[in-house]
């Protein structure tokens, strides 16, 4: 939705297997986010990109998270060996331009379960 | 500790009903966002707030930046406008969201 492409829409796996979720920003732009959300509950900060940098990750839970934006365009959310607490609806928004007064377009999700 | 808080969680709302949900924020902000999450999931913004009230068709969103508190309006409220709505504050480039408020509309 929004111009922000998510894939796949959902994603079943089992402990301990990797997972990469995909963000395509399709509009562009600067600055792309990466969330999860619990049910019931708003969405979480995990890291944000302006362009290729990754300028803050302070919300990845622990070292099996990691995210990557190589070309300013198309990030992956990569979780090794997951665990069943892993499991939520992985979100990314993009906002186009750097200044504060732009709004966040969302993507409709990846939702992860662990089994 | 949440650095931003909704009430009420949850509402329920005879259809015509002019309905409010409240925002509440403890740190310093560049803007609020309201944004609508659908019962299929996907979110869409609403309204961005830094200053005074905006309105868009039946929504109407305020924020009192020295009381640091938004209240979003609906008026004339309807079945498709149930859905869960959440406060979201910015602070550098980092956001922070309150857990919603379940909204539903009963014809």
């Known amino acids: 939705g929004a111009g922000v492409s998510q894939s796949p829409r959902y994603k079943v796996t089992k402990r301990g297997q990797d997972v990469a979720l995909r963000c395509d920003p399709i509009?562009?732009?600067?600055?792309l986010y990466w969330y999860r959300q619990a049910l019931g509950q708003g969405p979480e900060f995990l890291t944000y990109?302006?362009?290729?940098?990754?300028?803050?990750k302070s919300g990845l839970p622990n070292d099996r998270f990691s995210a990557e934006r190589p070309e300013g365009s198309i990030s992956t959310l990569t979780i090794q060996r997951t665990e069943q607490r892993d499991s939520a609806m992985y979100r990314c928004?993009?906002?186009?331009?750097?200044?504060?007064?732009?709004?966040?377009?969302f993507g409709d999700g990846t939702r992860l379960s662990i089994l | 500790k949440n650095e931003v808080e909704q009430s009420p969680q949850n509402l329920t709302a005879q259809e015509g009903e002019f309905i409010t949900i409240n925002c509440s924020y403890s740190v310093g902000i560049s803007a609020l966002h309201w944004l609508q999450q659908h019962p299929g999931g996907g979110i869409v913004s609403l309204f961005m707030l830094s200053s005074g009230k905006k309105k868009h068709g039946r929504l109407i969103a305020t924020i009192n930046i020295q009381e640091k508190h938004s209240s979003l309006h609906i008026t004339a409220s309807h079945p498709r406008d149930s859905a869960v709505y959440i406060c979201?504050?910015?602070?550098?480039?980092?956001?922070?969201f309150g857990t919603g408020t379940s909204l539903t509309v009963i014809p």
């Open positions: 509009s562009g732009h600067v600055s």
């Open positions: 928004a993009r906002i186009p331009g750097q200044k504060e007064d732009q709004p966040q377009h």
């Open positions: 990109f302006n362009y290729e940098a990754q300028q803050d």
């Open positions: 979201a504050v910015r602070t550098g480039n980092q956001f922070y």
